[in-house]
T-cell receptor, first 113, second 112 residues
Framework: ETGVTQSPTHLIKTRGQQVTLRCSSQ?????VSWYQQALGQGPQFIFQ???????GRGNFPPRFSGLQFPNYSSELNVNALELDDSALYLC????????????FGPGTRLTVT | GENVEQHPSTLSVQEGDSAVIKCTYS??????FPWYKQELGKGPQLIID?????GEKKDQRIAVTLNKTAKHFSLHITETQPEDSAVYFC???????????FGRGTSLIVHP
């Protein structure tokens, strides 16, 4: 069984740029959720994708957007990067939408300068 | 929206001691309460969870208790080992539209 993988591991971008982060869900999982984790904080829910449709969104502006593909892998896109976007971005997959257990990937560390 | 408070922020114990981490939540409609362990440089790992129709759940050295009336839940780790050292997060979520809320984390340090 393949776990959740994320790419890239680390990324450095300049304020105003755009970034795309990628996530491959665990085998057999059809739901992917994205989280932002600032240093020393708990993960904050960005949004969830269930069978290619957005299925819930946290308190993040529209410049945070996502996609889920037919193989259930997912992308997180962030436009017009701000310094406060610097964080660890986590992807989690689950067998189905809530309330199933979520399994997290190792994260992508994004630094905005 | 839901608000989750987690205490303590840091917990230091000797190997073999027990450790208890407590969380409170604000929305009485929350019905799923997972606990995660996050080691340095890794994503959170689900270690145990409890649903609102259950008061206690155990898995070897780990147990979680839920008091719905008081809206709090706790993680209990017995016979702690150095490899238990990590940051632990609690979370609470509502049925239907899934928006989980995490606590701020507890850094557990187990001294050999």
């Amino acid at each position: 069984e393949t776990g959740v993988t994320q790419s890239p591991t680390h990324l450095i971008k300049t304020r105003g740029q755009q970034v795309t982060l990628r996530c491959s869900s665990q085998s057999g999982h059809n739901t992917v959720s994205w989280y932002q984790q600032a240093l020393g904080q708990g993960p904050q829910f960005i949004f969830q994708y269930y069978r290619e449709e957005e299925n819930g969104r946290g308190n993040f502006p529209p410049r945070f957007s996502g996609l889920q593909f037919p193989n259930y892998s997912s992308e997180l896109n962030v436009n017009a990067l701000e310094l406060d976007d610097s964080a660890l971005y986590l992807c989690a997959s689950s067998l189905d939408a809530y309330p199933y257990e979520q399994y997290f990937g190792p994260g992508t560390r994004l630094t905005v300068t | 929206g839901e608000n989750v408070e987690q205490h303590p922020s840091t917990l230091s114990v000797q190997e073999g001691d027990s450790a208890v981490i407590k969380c409170t939540y604000s929305d009485s409609a929350s019905n799923y309460f997972p606990w995660y362990k996050q080691e340095l440089g890794k994503g959170p790992q689900l270690i145990i969870d409890i649903r609102s129709n259950v008061g206690e759940k155990k898995d070897q050295r780990i147990a979680v208790t839920l008091n719905k009336t008081a809206k709090h839940f706790s993680l209990h780790i017995t016979e702690t080992q150095p490899e238990d050292s990590a940051v632990y997060f609690c979370a609470a979520s509502l049925g239907g539209s899934y928006i989980p809320t995490f606590g701020r984390g507890t850094s557990l340090i187990v001294h050999p």
